[in-house]
Every structure is written in structure tokens, then in C-alpha cells.
């Protein structure tokens, strides 16, 4: 009985194990300077072209037809309406690649899982903690980039638990999953794996960055093969010769997904594709008075349902409805909606004072969950400070007294929210003696007092004290001197003996 096509090709597979390894270069086995990611001591694998081709196959030819142009589903609109699409970064962290990727991710707001390599990690451990930092999952992809196919349980094993502690040593918490290097994987391996307490993830998506293919082109190989309404998990890489390009396409990527319908989501626990609940957060710049102040709510991903969360104000520094009107009102993010605001205005009380706080509170969030529960807000004070003068007074002196008060009044063109000091300098008669005084003016108040005592001059002479400003905090002096003036008792008004 002749042989057929899928018995030659397993006799073939049979044959190359028999022969023993064959060394091949691999572009996901090198890093960008072109060196193996291979352990000392074990085989090297074909190219990820070279098992695809015999894998695919070992299972009977498939059709190969040009993928079809995208098709939004009939009747479904507006952000995930197509379904999820989950990318994974395979074989790093790289120096010189993945610190780039992480912001173009967070910019896009795009999560993102990186399967990483153990000897990676050891080479760039503060790279990995970049990942880590940006709230990126992170999981094992063996220290060595080997097949596991051509591997004991026990090295499997071994490879999984080395990456593992390499990872923790960096101050990195690993996810339970994992991606087995190439994806090969047969029942024995995903036992293993399993026993190691890790969970194999594949890919559905491969545009095959690791070749020597175009940013333009890598990105066509992705979007052209995204299914509506099925798993979409992206294969990329960021630890290969050709990750720079491939990091390149991913803006292209998550913009036209995006406009197809696509939403990004993440893998859990189980590796199977999610969209994480998004998370509000909110801001609010110094605003000065009788401008309104605005509360800035941004959700770190498109939301696929309606979601909301309840703002209100709560009083600090700043009085309610004397300083900023309160508000109290629950915001609506629609589909694919990140971004909303509250306004609310800031009194012009002119009065000079400092700047005053109030909080907005975010509570009661439904369909997403709340990053920042309290946001302070600053209105800042616009009033120039008050002009301060001075205003004596003129007095009789008792009949027989030795000694007569007058009042020096220190008052305000306007009242302050401020407390006014007020520092006086002044020269009293007749000896001509030096006073020297503070005067206080509460906030709110206009005018503050001093009382000058003055001995009378023997004969009923007219006595005085001179003053003036010195130095006024929160307040500008204005002006000339300020006298207190006592006058004798008049003839008429003295006692008759």
C-alpha cells in the first residue's frame, strides 16, 4: 500500500529525531545583536518557519486562500462590536525595544500581556520592573527559548521554575501563564506545564514579525487576520532582531482595530481573553476666583457598556456657595467614552485671602472602579491686597487729670480674608518719647484700634503723637500720619476753688 503524504511527513519527523539536533539560526532565537537564546548544553530547534511547516503538515494540507476584507458584523455598532483582541510581546525585555513599547502602550491605553524570557530578565531586570510598573501582566516563557517538545518533564519543569524565581528576584509578581517557546506543545508538555501550576497560553494571530517583514507589513498581517466576533490573541515579540518594526506597527494596529469595532482587552487567570473593567480617574487645576474650576475624569480604556460614577464636592478651606457652588451629580460615560467633566464655578468674593481647597469625591462607581476616590482643587486668590491708612483723633482732656487717651484707628479700604498686621512707629509729646505698636485687623474686618496714652504738659498745654506705617502684611500702606491730639480742659471748665 502506497505511502501518503501525512505518513512521509511523519516518517520524515521521525527520521529527524533519530539523526539528533540540527543547529539552525532562528530570528526568534536571537537577540538583536545575533546572539542564541539557548541553554549550554541543549539542542538547537528548526526555525519557527521550518516546525510550523512540518507541524501544519504532519496535519494534512490546508487551503490557503487570501484572507477575506474586514466586515463590521449587520446590526452590531460602536466599540466592541467586533469582539476583543488581546496583544502578547514574546522574548523579552530588551534595553533597547520593550521601554519604548510601554509608553506606546500606556499612551494608547492598551493593556498587553509580555511572555519573558528568564536569561532576559537576568540581563535587564530593571526593564522587566518597567513592565511591571506600567500594570502590564507579565508571564514565563522558559529561561532558554528551548522547545519543550524536545525536552524531559523534569527540564520542563526546571525551565518553567528558574524563569520563575528569575522574575521574583527582580521584584516581579509572574501570572499563572505561560507561553511554550514556538508554541510547540503536545499533550505530555502540557502536562508538565500543568504540573509546574502554570497555564499554556497560544496565539490565534501571528503576522510573523520575527521575519524580516515591514512595519506596514506586520501590520496588515494582523489586521487582515482578525476575526469578528471569535478570540483574537495577537503574537508579537519585542526580544528579536525585528521587534523595532513590529513595535512600530502597534499605534497602526490599535487605531484601525479600534475603528473596526475591535476593542483591547487582556488575558486572566485562565489565559482566556477579558475586557478588564476600566478605571476613572479624575484631576483638577488651580482655577483662579470667578473662573469656573473643572474636574477632568479619564477612563484608562473604552468601556462596552454604559458607566458611571457619583461627584460631589466637599467643603475644605473653602466655603460652599460662599467661595464655589456645591455639586453633587452622577457622571455617564457612554460606550466608548473615556473622557468627561464637572464644572463648577469659583465665587469672586473679593477678598484678598490665600489660596483655598475644596475635594471632589468619587464614589459609588458602577461598571468601573475608582483610582483616584479624592481629588483636591485649589482656587487661587485674584484680589490685589486692601490699601491700610491711618486716622487720628482729637480729645479734651478731664479736668484734673495728669494724663489723657486718644484713639489712632487703622482701617481698611476693604475688609481682608486675611488677618492685617500693621506695625506702627510713632513719637509722643512732650517728651517725644518712641512708641512702637502692632495692630491686628481680623479676617472680614475693616479697622483695628490703638489707644495712645498721653501725660499732659503742667501750664494745659496741647499734646500730641505722631504716627505712621512702618510695615503691613497683606495690606498696602496708604497715605500720610496718623495724630492723636489731647487739648486742655478749657478756662470756663475749670473748677473754681
Not at 519573558?116 to 530593571?126: I, Q, S
Not at 520563575?164 to 506543545?185: E, V, W
Request: hydrophobic letters at 35%.
Amino acid at each position: 500500500m502506497p505511502l501518503t503524504s501525512r505518513a512521509l511527513l511523519v516518517a520524515g519527523l521521525v527520521l529527524l529525531v533519530a539523526l539528533g539536533p540540527v543547529a539552525v539560526n532562528d530570528g526568534d532565537t536571537t537577540d538583536r545583536a545575533g546572539a542564541t537564546v539557548q541553554a549550554p548544553g541543549t539542542a538547537a530547534v528548526p526555525t519557527p518557519g521550518v516546525l510550523e511547516r512540518l507541524l501544519d503538515a504532519s496535519r494534512g494540507p490546508v487551503p490557503r486562500r487570501a484572507p477575506r476584507p474586514h466586515r463590521t458584523p449587520r446590526g452590531s455598532s460602536g466599540p466592541c462590536a467586533s469582539g476583543l483582541v488581546v496583544l502578547t510581546f514574546d522574548d523579552g525585555p530588551d534595553r533597547g525595544v520593550t521601554p519604548g513599547l510601554v509608553r506606546t502602550l500606556t499612551d494608547l491605553r492598551v493593556p498587553a500581556t509580555f511572555f519573558m524570557v528568564g536569561r532576559r530578565v537576568a540581563a535587564a531586570p530593571e526593564v522587566a520592573r518597567q513592565v511591571r510598573d506600567g500594570g502590564f501582566t507579565i508571564a514565563n516563557h522558559s529561561f532558554d527559548h528551548t522547545l519543550m517538545t524536545g525536552q524531559s518533564n523534569t527540564a520542563i519543569r526546571a525551565t518553567l521554575r528558574r524563569t520563575d524565581r528569575q522574575l521574583r528576584g527582580a521584584g516581579i509578581t509572574p501570572s499563572r501563564l505561560m507561553r511554550p517557546p514556538y508554541g510547540g506543545m503536545d499533550r505530555r508538555v502540557e502536562r508538565a506545564i500543568a504540573a509546574a501550576g502554570l497555564v499554556p497560553v497560544l496565539w490565534d494571530v501571528d503576522p510573523r514579525d520575527w521575519e524580516r517583514r515591514s512595519t506596514s507589513n506586520i501590520a496588515q498581517g494582523v489586521l487582515s487576520r482578525l476575526r469578528p466576533g471569535r478570540r483574537n490573541i495577537v503574537l508579537q515579540h519585542d526580544g528579536v532582531r525585528n521587534s523595532p518594526r513590529s513595535v512600530a506597527a502597534v499605534p497602526r494596529i490599535v487605531r484601525e482595530a479600534r475603528r473596526r469595532g475591535y476593542c483591547f482587552g487582556d488575558l486572566d487567570s485562565t489565559g482566556t481573553p477579558y475586557l478588564p473593567t476600566p478605571q476613572v480617574t479624575a484631576t483638577a487645576a488651580p482655577t483662579r476666583e470667578g473662573k469656573r474650576v473643572t474636574l477632568e475624569l479619564r477612563l484608562n480604556a473604552p468601556t462596552n457598556r454604559r458607566s458611571s460614577v457619583r461627584v460631589r464636592t466637599v467643603e475644605g478651606t473653602a466655603t460652599p456657595r460662599l467661595d464655589y457652588a456645591p455639586r453633587d451629580v452622577r457622571v455617564t460615560f457612554p460606550r466608548g467614552r473615556t473622557r468627561a467633566r464637572v464644572r463648577t464655578p469659583a465665587r469672586h468674593d473679593q477678598l484678598d485671602e490665600r489660596t483655598e481647597r475644596f475635594t471632589f469625591a468619587l464614589t459609588g462607581p458602577r461598571g468601573l472602579t475608582v483610582g483616584s476616590p479624592e481629588v483636591t482643587a485649589r482656587i487661587l486668590d485674584t484680589d490685589p491686597a486692601p490699601t491700610v491708612r491711618l486716622r487720628g483723633s482729637r480729645t479734651t482732656a478731664e479736668p484734673g487729670a495728669t494724663s489723657a487717651s486718644g484713639t489712632l484707628t487703622v482701617r481698611l479700604a476693604r475688609p481682608s480674608g486675611r488677618q492685617v498686621a500693621v506695625r506702627l512707629l510713632g513719637r509722643r509729646g512732650p517728651d517725644g518719647s518712641v512708641v512702637r505698636r502692632t495692630v491686628r485687623i481680623r479676617p472680614g474686618e475693616r479697622e483695628g484700634l490703638l489707644t495712645v496714652s498721653l501725660p499732659l504738659k503742667p501750664g494745659g498745654e496741647t499734646v500730641r503723637a505722631s504716627f505712621r506705617i512702618v510695615r503691613a502684611s497683606h495690606a498696602r500702606p496708604r497715605g500720610g500720619r496718623g495724630v492723636v491730639v489731647v487739648d486742655p480742659v478749657p478756662a470756663s471748665a475749670e473748677p473754681v476753688g
